[in-house]
Structure formats: structure tokens, C-alpha cells
């Protein structure tokens, strides 16, 4: 799901790059961020697509029950993507797809010596599956819209 530690590029943005600390929120509340946008556009346009990250533990504090997490690890909820966890870099969490936000690429490109994690061709494929699932939605569900 990762690039090991060691090989983690800092002078290139890539679709699942997640950076710590990122004041996310208009109340500059920081959280962990994962970079949304494919990779190309991450790399030359101004704009960039970032998603916060919630760790399992906050979202049991939120009232998420434990049969809802276990779908979130199954891959069975289409708008939270499942980030397993990482030896003391990463907690068990969820990437929450309904809160993409637009960033400045400068902004991004400032902070690529902080990146903690990138994903590796299998994490971002499942990435770049899960937002498409998100805004497309293809089911043969009629409930799931």
C-alpha cells in the first residue's frame, strides 16, 4: 500500500502523498492531508485537490460504530478510502472523499520535505478506483444514490 520510508521522494508530488499538519479548515484546525489530484495535474497545475485524514479512533469519538469501520476496511463505504496502518507513522484511518478541498499547488509544493507517506502504484490505483467510485458512482444499487 506504501512506499517504504527510505524511498519516499520529496521532490515530486504524487497522487496519495499524505503530508501531517495541514490547516485544512477555515478555523485553521491542522490535520493529516492526502493529495487527491493524479499525479501530472499535481505536478503543474496551480490548483491541487487535497482530502482530510481521520484516524479510526477520532471517528469512534465522532459515534462511527464498529460495524461501520470494519465496511471502511472492507472497502464497502464509497466515500471514506481505508488507510491501513503504518508503525509509527500512520494510525489505522480513513481518507474522507466528501470533504476534497482545493489547494494552492505552492502551498503543497512548500511543505514536500514534510511528506510522511506516498502511496505505491497498488495504493494509488485503489485511490484513483475509490474517487472514481465516489463521483461516479456506478452501482446496480437504485438505494445507493
Known amino acids: 500500500m ?27 484546525t491542522s490535520r493529516s492531508i492526502i493529495l487527491i489530484s493524479q499525479t501530472c495535474d499535481a505536478q503543474r497545475r496551480e490548483n491541487i485537490l487535497v482530502a482530510p485524514i481521520f484516524t479510526f479512533s477520532e471517528m469512534e469519538g465522532r459515534g462511527v460504530k464498529p460495524d461501520t469501520l ?7 463505504i464509497n466515500y471514506w478510502f481505508y488507510l491501513p496502518p503504518l508503525d509509527g507513522v500512520l494510525e489505522e484511518s480513513l481518507v474522507d472523499l466528501q470533504q476534497i478541498k482545493f489547494s494552492s499547488r505552492i502551498d503543497i509544493d512548500n511543505r514536500k520535505s514534510t511528506k510522511i507517506i506516498t502511496l505505491n502504484d497498488w495504493g494509488r490505483h485503489h485511490l484513483a478506483w475509490s474517487i472514481s467510485n465516489f463521483f461516479g458512482r456506478p452501482t446496480l444499487d437504485p438505494i445507493a444514490c
Open 2 to 28: 506504501y512506499v517504504p520510508p527510505g524511498n519516499i521522494s520529496v521532490d515530486l508530488l504524487f497522487q496519495g502523498d499524505v503530508f501531517p499538519s495541514y490547516p485544512f479548515l477555515s478555523d485553521d
Open 70 to 76: 470494519k465496511d471502511v476496511r472492507l472497502r464497502r
